[in-house]
């Protein structure tokens, strides 16, 4: 039987050693998968913000969240589980319907010559609102954009929105643009902040 | 010797080669290390963050700074009292500190990089308003205009 010269390093030790490097990872790291709801920034402009006020009022869907939390939708209070429904119609305006916004012929990619319509969603809160209440407006709103958006790729593409490709992608957004224009909040008419 | 003896003694099962046990380990040992990230700075404040459907995973890490609200933990209280406070890297800062801190984080990446740096922040959800709209001004001012609101999938 051939002996080698060396004698063989003892193996049975390197479980230890890679055990303890694990515990140093598991202990020095995190495993957090951030995640949360993106959102871009208006420029600071000296200009004055673009002319809202020609923005037409059917255009425009009004949110407003107080310092009690309660919910103004177009001039109406409503319960947030309905904020989503409201906001889908808004955006998309089914029927053509004149107090909804107009539409406009635009050629999109893949989809010809399209009425997109004009929507802008203005979102309003107070400085007393709790941000847990804003972040569920905020969802709601982004969820609305997502299922039209979703819903349209299905109809043109027959898959969902986020298996699309890059083009189609951005004519799917071309024809449902996420326009969410948050005014810079009142100060507080009570409660504190 | 040591096989001799092995060979005579009784003819109960054979022992379990722990050969492999190195070859898991590490196997546990990368999978580790791929998918967590370095605990970057102690968190200071409460920050449980609301949670939402809508969420979309953050991208490149190294691209992001936080920025933490929330009242202080218990600990901090007797000095920082109970308000919600902001927390950039390990310390306690206010409003006017963004801006710098904003500066000072794009100092340090590549300049092609620059574009997507994203801002996180992770409010606490009983944390009014008022703060978080400050926070935007700031991060607008600085030009930091890639924002993500920390939130939990639901």
Known sequence: MPRREAPEINGGSIADIAFMLLIFFIVATTMNVDSGIMRKLPELSDDPPEEIDQIKDRDVFDVRINYKNQLLVEGKSIDISRLREKAKEFIENPNNSDDLPQKEEIDVPFFGVYPVSKQVISLQNDRGTKYDIYIQVQNELTAAYNELRDEISKKQFHKPFDKLDEEEMKAVKKIYPMRISEAEPRRSTGGGS | ???????????????????????????????????????????????????????????????????????????????????????????????????????????????????????????????????????????????????NYSTRKK
Do not use: H, W
Request: glycine residues 6%.
């Open chain 2, 1 to 147: 010797m040591g096989k001799f003896g092995r060979k005579a003694g009784k003819g109960g099962s054979p022992e379990i080669s722990t050969a492999s046990l190195p070859d898991i380990v590490f196997m546990l040992l990368f999978f580790f290390m791929v998918t967590t990230s370095m605990r970057d700075s102690t968190v200071m404040v409460k920050t449980d963050v609301p949670s939402a459907t809508e969420v979309k995973k953050l991208q490149k890490k190294s691209l992001v700074s936080y920025i933490n609200v929330g009242p202080p933990l218990p600990k901090y209280q007797s000095v920082f009292g109970a308000e919600p406070r902001i927390q950039l890297n390990d310390q306690f800062a206010t409003i006017d500190e963004i801006q710098q801190f904003i500066v000072s984080e794009r100092e340090k990446k590549k300049e092609y990089e620059r574009p997507q740096m994203t801002t996180s922040l992770k409010v606490d959800a009983d944390t009014k308003m008022g703060i978080v709209v400050d926070i935007k001004q700031a991060l607008r001012e600085a030009n930091a205009l890639k924002i």
